[in-house]
């Protein structure tokens, strides 16, 4: 009886972590390969290349493992949301390998549990659960990503007022930024300084900025260099203003994080106490345990403790957290 779920598991994680390798590694080969094509076009003598010259400065779109489910999640709300959350986490990843991947998690999850749960409705809340992981991972990733922004955001305004006060046009500080700086001020400001090379207006690609990056920060940014823009002013003194501002609002968010520590690790222990008893209980007394897996009512009573559990701790998390 065991060596069908040890086999069914190894078999759903080999599925899951290949079609995870396939869903990263492939956009990036093909990617690599179309580089590599456009290159020896343009190295090309344009006399003997064969076909109309490609003068297009059009980025194309990456394409995932399903191009049909790309174009049709492009057309929707829901599908502009997963992008712009991919964009903001920095995975590469596409919108259909996304839901590839939560089809893939959902399914196996699901069949997992049934093998082991014989309640009617645990497969469905554990499939739905299991779906909604690379969602979770995607946040997660986007979480860390915005607050190295946002730690880092800071020096930036820093380059760009230094080097505005050195004499250099505001464009030119931005592709300073874009070189210096690391993931992921760099790229941010890099896609904006190159939409300005080719063509769109300042005013553009930094509402464009703002709305890829999502932090008020960038905002007070955006919005402090376009009315400069419009009304003149010192633009490097207003970046040090702002720069000086940017830095103690993260030093309150820090000093609030060390507040709060406290009912953070009591959610933490609150919610780690229950499966650390049930695993002292099983090797103490595993007959008292073995109930609550056997019989219908300990089913129940384990998937009432799990929602009430998690309910708790987000519970705690709302109730310590502080807008800064």
């Given amino acids: ?47 003997t290349a064969d076909g109309p010259a490609d003068d297009s400065v059009v980025k194309d779109t990456i394409r995932g493992p399903l191009p049909a489910v790309d174009r049709l999640l492009a057309g929707t709300g829901a599908g502009s949301k997963l992008a712009r959350l991919i964009e903001r986490s920095g995975v590469k990843v596409t ?8 089809l893939v998690a959902a399914v196996s999850v699901a069949f997992i549990t049934s093998l082991f749960v014989h309640v009617p409705f645990a497969p469905l809340l554990a499939g739905a659960v299991g779906g909604l992981a690379p969602l979770g991972w995607l946040l997660r990733c986007k979480s860390i990503r915005m607050r190295k922004f946002e730690e880092h955001f800071p020096e930036a305004l820093d380059l760009l007022s230094r080097a505005i006060r050195a004499g250099h046009a505001f464009q ?11 993931d992921p001020i760099g790229p941010e400001f890099r896609k904006s300084f190159d939409q300005q090379n080719f063509g769109l207006p ?10 890829r990056i999502g932090l008020l920060d960038v905002r007070f940014f955006v919005t402090a260099v376009l009315i400069q823009r419009d009304t003149g002013g010192n633009l490097s003194e207003i970046l040090d203003n702002l720069a000086n501002v940017v830095r103690e609002r993260f030093k309150i968010k820090r000093q609030v994080r060390v507040h709060t520590a406290h009912g953070r690790f009591t959610g933490y222990v609150l919610l780690a106490l229950p499966a650390a008893l049930a695993m002292a209980l099983s090797l103490i007394n595993p ?5 609550l897996f056997r019989e219908h009512m300990g089913h129940v009573m ?23």
Wanted: glycine share 6%; charged share 20%.
């Fill in 287 to 291: 007959e008292h345990m073995n109930l």
């Fill in 95 to 102: 919108p259909s390998a996304v839901v590839l991947m939560m």
């Fill in 1 to 47: 009886m065991l060596f069908p779920v040890v086999a069914v598991f190894v078999f759903s994680v080999v599925a899951i972590m290949g079609l995870y390798f396939v869903a990263t590694r492939l956009p990036g080969i093909l990617a690599a390969r179309r580089l590599d094509q456009r290159l020896r076009d343009v190295a090309a003598d344009p006399k």
């Fill in 202 to 211: 300042l005013r553009d690609a930094l509402n464009d900025l703002s709305e």
């Fill in 172 to 182: 030119t500080a931005m592709g300073m930024v874009a070189d210096e700086l690391p």
């Fill in 302 to 324: 384990l998937g009432g403790a799990v929602v009430m559990q998690v309910i708790g701790y987000f519970w705690i998390r709302q109730v310590i957290k502080i807008e800064v």
